[in-house]
């Protein structure tokens, strides 16, 4: 069984950064993509951002340029700096790691874009 466990929500102004983190731990697969979704009030959930073991990433179109996905195999932790945040950022932001037989989800974390 794999658990992870989310950190680095909050609330932030416009134009602010915030980084998330997002540790696994349990039987995790060597091959695996980990990555971010988030949902915002009354919208459907969306990828934002995702990297593979091997590293590769892909990123929504509406992040690319502000927030980078990294991830630290040694620790099976995944990040996510987010940088000039804006208020159609906020949402709950949630973890997925997919396996070649499962997919685990985070909890979510609440990150909030407001003056």
């Known amino acids: 069984q794999v658990h992870v466990v989310e950190s680095g929500g909050g609330l932030v102004q416009p134009g602010g950064s915030l980084r998330l983190s997002c540790t696994a731990s349990?039987?995790?697969?060597?091959?695996?993509?980990m990555g971010w979704y988030r949902q915002g009030p009354g919208k459907q959930r969306e990828l934002v951002a995702q990297?593979?073991?091997?590293?590769?990433?892909n990123y929504a179109d509406s992040v690319k340029g502000r927030f980078t996905i990294s991830r630290d195999n040694a620790k099976n932790t995944v990040y996510l700096q987010m940088n000039s945040l804006k208020p159609e950022d906020t949402a709950v932001y949630y973890c997925?790691?997919?396996?070649?037989?499962?997919?685990?989800w985070g909890q979510g974390t609440l990150v909030t874009v407001s003056s």
């Open positions: 349990g039987s995790i697969f060597s091959l695996n993509v």
């Open positions: 997925n790691i997919k396996m070649p037989s499962s997919e685990v």
């Open positions: 990297i593979s073991s091997l590293g590769s990433m």
